[in-house]
């Protein structure tokens, strides 16, 4: 199982959920990876790049062979596909080594340049996942008929943990560890602790929360969702950025 990785440049996407009745991510997706080949980029898919928990079986037979044929365009040219379990896929944990074009693995330990990055998916440091996991299961069971009535209703959830999560902070005011909005201050306060271990930047996703917070020590990533838009973090010797997909533009 590889989860120590040296690269001279990747880029990192989470939470596709490629077979969810309301991913659109294909589309942006093939044309990213496509791109990724051309510029010669290794690739993390850092958790639930397959819906697992709320699949539609049809939706995932429109989605993953033409998207697995993007994959093996960048394994063609030279470059690796890595991918990070998340909590929609982890049945995935059962075949942690080479996969097709894939390599899985539960967390990466990367180093680019001079830099040490650490990439999880996340769902660990989400204290109702950690605490209320049957609860969290069948909640997920269900939203995954919620979004087959109305994808509105995924939108009004994101909308929700945003509110929240100011709502907190305002009234907890400087005791409040500070977050991305729409997350738990746990994820922030797991990142400062693994940025303690030497790593300059720590990259989450499973919150569909796209952002970025400078810690004490080290940067915190989130590199949000694909069913919300294409944002992607960009790894290189020089720097770790959190940035937008445009086809036209890329990195």
């Not at 970025?212 to 960009?234: A, C, E, H, K, V």
């Amino acid at each position: 199982m590889i989860i120590d990785v040296t690269t001279e440049k990747m880029v990192v996407i989470s939470d596709l959920h490629l077979g969810n009745p309301f991913s659109e991510a294909k589309k942006s997706l093939i044309e990213f990876l496509y791109w990724a080949a051309e510029n010669k980029y290794d690739v993390c898919i850092n958790g639930d790049g397959l819906e697992i928990a709320q699949v539609s079986f049809r939706k995932m037979a429109e989605d993953v062979p033409e998207v697995f044929r993007a994959v093996k365009a960048i394994t063609k040219a030279g470059n690796r596909v890595f991918y990070v379990v998340g909590n929609h896929d982890i049945v995935l944990e059962n075949f942690l080594e080479d996969w097709g074009p894939l390599t899985l693995a539960p967390f990466l330990n990367v180093r680019c340049g001079k830099q040490r990055i650490r990439i999880e998916h996340g769902h660990l440091y989400d204290p109702f996942f950690v605490k209320r996991p049957d609860l969290y299961e069948f909640l997920t069971w269900l939203g995954g008929f919620a979004l087959m009535v109305s994808p509105r209703i995924y939108k009004a959830w994101i909308k929700f943990e945003e509110i929240k999560s100011r709502l907190r902070r305002r009234f907890r005011g400087s005791s409040e560890v500070p977050c991305l909005p729409g997350e738990h201050p746990d994820f922030v306060i797991a990142a400062e602790e693994i940025c303690s271990r030497g790593f300059d930047a720590i990259i989450f996703g499973h919150t569909h929360h796209p952002g970025t917070i400078d810690l004490p020590q080290g940067r915190y990533f989130n590199s949000g969702s694909w069913m919300i838009s294409p944002t992607y973090i960009g790894i290189t010797s020089q720097d770790v950025v959190l940035t937008q997909f445009e086809a036209d533009k890329g990195l």
